[in-house]
């Protein structure tokens, strides 16, 4: 029994702020989370699925596509099992669906969806002009 969970998604005018949680259960999480790395990935009507930001298992590393660094800000915390996401100066162009996955395979780079082995269901994120 492996669950992501993702909240804290909704409507907000250009410019404003969100913060994005994702909770992990399961028997899986409560030995593994802090050697997982996590990442945040978004998809818009139309696209495929895009990285937004990754962190490592003790969150001392992050990253970042290019197009949210300076705006976006991934934490966690490991005593609560919860993976953050903080937006912030939000463009109309940040409307998606995010996804909160956990990375069970180390393939490729931390950017590559196909490293990730579990999915949140995601929660939607809508920026008005």
């Known amino acids: 029994q492996v669950q992501l969970v993702e909240s804290g998604g909704g409507l907000v005018q250009a410019g404003g702020s969100l913060r994005l949680s994702c909770a992990a259960s399961g028997r899986t999480f409560r030995s593994t989370f802090s050697s997982l790395d996590m990442g945040w990935f978004r998809q818009a009507p139309g696209k495929e699925r895009e990285f937004v930001a990754a962190?490592?298992?003790?969150?001392?590393?992050?990253n970042y596509e290019d197009s949210v660094k300076r705006r976006f800000t991934i934490s966690r915390d490991n005593a609560k099992n919860m993976l953050y996401l903080q937006m912030n100066s939000l463009k109309p162009e940040d409307t998606a669906v995010y996804y909160c996955a956990a990375r069970g395979r180390y393939s490729g780079r931390y950017s590559d969806p196909n490293d990730y082995t579990y999915w949140g269901r995601g929660t939607q994120v809508t920026v008005s002009s």
């Open positions: 962190i490592t298992g003790m969150g001392r590393s992050s």
